[in-house]
């Protein structure tokens, strides 16, 4: 199994509809990440967090919410999904301490298109 | 904005030659790491440079540093097939939170 798990792996919606992304990891990071990607634009953070009770904005974390359940699990929610939300969104963890960021454990991608 | 911008965006060379990628970025690191990305999968993490290092080696990968002109750069001898894929940069801003920021990526094909 996968260390880093996201679902679903792709999804198709509809503008106004709410979107819910998962992440679950096995590696026992405290460190989440959510980053999407587009073409040319390399990855952009979107919002991280660094334990359960604490939650962090990125770049880019307008019109994005997300919840931190428990330690394993980082939920990214799109509460009213636009066309240009389109894109490939990304879970990673880090078990890094500190300011200085460690290496990236990445899930699969989550490919999301709103039409 | 784009922490790291990379250089060439695309490259295309014959198998068993190498490749070089670049890497440039704007502000103090902690540190700078290199990702590849098969089409459509997630980054898999190479290497990490620390700010202090100018040089560092893992297998066929070769990276430097140079903090001075805030650049770095990603070396791959004797490439295959196999080594396609797009290859990303990512600085650790020293200062403040523990951010990652990726530059936007170089695509590189090995023809067999």
């Known amino acids: 199994d996968a260390d880093v798990t996201q679902t679903p792996r792709n999804r198709i919606t509809k503008t106004g509809k709410r979107i819910m992304l998962e992440c679950s990891q096995t590696?026992?990071?405290?460190?989440m990440y959510w980053y999407r990607q587009d073409p040319g634009l390399g990855l952009r953070l979107i919002y991280y967090?660094?334990?359960?009770?604490?939650?962090n904005k990125g770049e880019i974390s307008d019109g994005y919410s997300v919840s931190r359940q428990a330690q394993a699990k980082f939920s990214l929610s799109l509460e009213s999904a636009i066309p240009n939300q389109t894109a490939l969104y990304f879970c990673?963890?880090?078990?890094?301490?500190?300011?200085?960021?460690?290496?990236?454990?990445f899930g699969e991608g989550s490919r999301l298109t709103v039409l | 904005s784009q922490q790291g911008e990379e250089d060439p965006q695309a490259l295309s060379i014959q198998e068993g030659e190498n490749a070089t990628m670049n890497c440039s970025y704007k502000?103090?690191?902690?540190?700078l790491q290199w990702y590849r990305q098969n089409s459509g999968r997630g980054l898999v993490h190479l290497i990490l440079?620390?700010?202090?290092?100018r040089e560092k080696h893992s297998g066929r990968l070769r990276v430097t540093l140079d903090t001075s002109k805030k650049s770095s750069s990603l070396l791959i001898t004797a490439s295959r097939a196999a080594d396609t894929a797009s290859y990303f940069c990512?600085?650790?801003?020293?200062?403040?939170?523990?951010?990652?920021?990726f530059g936007t990526g170089t695509k590189l094909q090995v023809i067999p």
């Open positions: 990673a963890t880090s078990d890094a301490a500190g300011t200085v960021a460690g290496e990236l454990f």
């Open positions: 590696k026992g990071h405290d460190r």
């Open positions: 967090s660094f334990d359960v009770k604490d939650i």
């Open positions: 502000t103090s690191i902690n540190n």
């Open positions: 440079i620390r700010s202090n290092e």
């Open positions: 990512a600085s650790n801003n020293s200062g403040g939170y523990q951010k990652v920021t």
